[in-house]
């Protein structure tokens, strides 16, 4: 992937983080506004994942996002669901993603990457943690750097697995 697109994509996934909130969502729209053909469906089924999932502080949203896109590209159809094969197309990079959340991130759960990066986690469900998470930049240069990060990362494990090369 050339520097110039991956520079779109990084400023994209701040730019969408930062406007709308909902991880997932939105890794998987700046991905369909700038390198893969994500239905809307997708991106609308990935609203209850944010924060974890429901605000939960359990598997980052912007990794289950993540998973989602390359999911779009080698999933395994409805129509091939006796079709094994996808399943290990999908696994291969599924966990080359998963390794760099590990190696940045020491982790995949939403809570801790938190942590990690703003030294401490927030119940995001609760309204005033809500406001502390704002206050103290979750939306500003935090979260949204996790999900900027997701979406390169995305199309490096694509590239990585062959499936798909990017310009």
């Known amino acids: 992937m050339n520097s110039e697109l991956r520079e779109k994509i990084y400023k994209q996934g701040m730019e969408n983080e930062a406007k709308y909130g909902g991880c997932a969502q939105c890794v998987l729209l700046t991905l369909s506004q700038t390198a893969l053909d994500i239905p809307a469906e997708v991106i609308k089924s990935a609203t209850g994942l944010m924060a974890g ?8 949203g912007a990794f289950s996002g993540a998973l989602m896109a390359i999911s779009c590209v080698v999933g395994r159809p409805a129509d091939r669901m006796d079709d094994k094969t996808y399943v290990a197309k999908t696994a291969e990079p599924g966990r080359k993603l998963y390794q760099k959340f590990m190696d940045e991130y020491g982790t995949v759960l939403c809570r801790d990457i938190q942590y990690k990066i703003m030294g401490k986690s927030y119940r995001m469900y609760d309204p005033e943690d809500m406001k502390r998470f704002l206050a103290d930049g979750g939306h500003d240069d935090k ?9 390169i990362w995305v199309l490096e494990v694509l590239e990585e697995c062959d499936i798909m090369h990017f310009e």
């Open 53 to 60: 999932g429901v605000r939960s502080g359990n598997s980052c």
């Open 143 to 151: 979260c949204t750097a996790v999900v900027a990060k997701a979406c």
